[in-house]
């Protein structure tokens, strides 16, 4: 039975201003190959143009627990963060990633976003990886009813760009 992500009450789906699910299913890469393209925050912009202006943690690329960090995306100036769990995959566990990013500002500008991650290997020699965000404030609920959806779209992009890149490395 796949994993799900652990949710803190403030951000639990269909609750917030904004909800995205992506999610694939890939064979011929495994979560311990995929996972250092993901937790490595200077490999983002090699594969998802959607975020840029990197600020990594002092300590390291690779996001710990209670590491900030910033980072711009879907057009947003960069957004503090900070990592609420990072657990790499073992042959039985999946690798979690999640973080909470905001910007603060007046009730117009306000964003909040807990953004998610799973990469586990499945019974039959796949690998799933899954992402998804709650976002509130509105410039989310603006995001939500946005056609095309930016955020779904944008999300795919990254997990398409982390499955191309883990691939390519194997090549």
Known sequence: MPSHII?????LPGTTDNYVSNEVI????T?????PYLANITKWESYYHNV??????SSSPVLEKGDKFSFSTFGFPPLQSEVYESVAPTSSTPGRLTWRAWQDGDE?????????WLVEDLDW???RILTQESQI????AQLSTTRPNPMLNGH????????????????
Not at 137 to 140: E, S, T
């Open 26 to 29: 890939v064979k011929g890469i």
């Open 52 to 57: 840029s202006q990197i600020t990594p943690p």
């Open 137 to 140: 404030g509105k410039p989310a």
């Open 108 to 116: 117009d500008t306000f964003l909040d976003v807990y953004h998610a």
């Open 125 to 127: 020699s796949v690998v």
């Open 156 to 171: 795919q992009d990254w997990l398409d760009g982390l499955v191309k890149t883990t691939k390519d490395s194997l090549a």
């Open 7 to 11: 949710w803190p009450e403030k951000y």
């Open 31 to 35: 979560a311990n190959q995929v996972w």
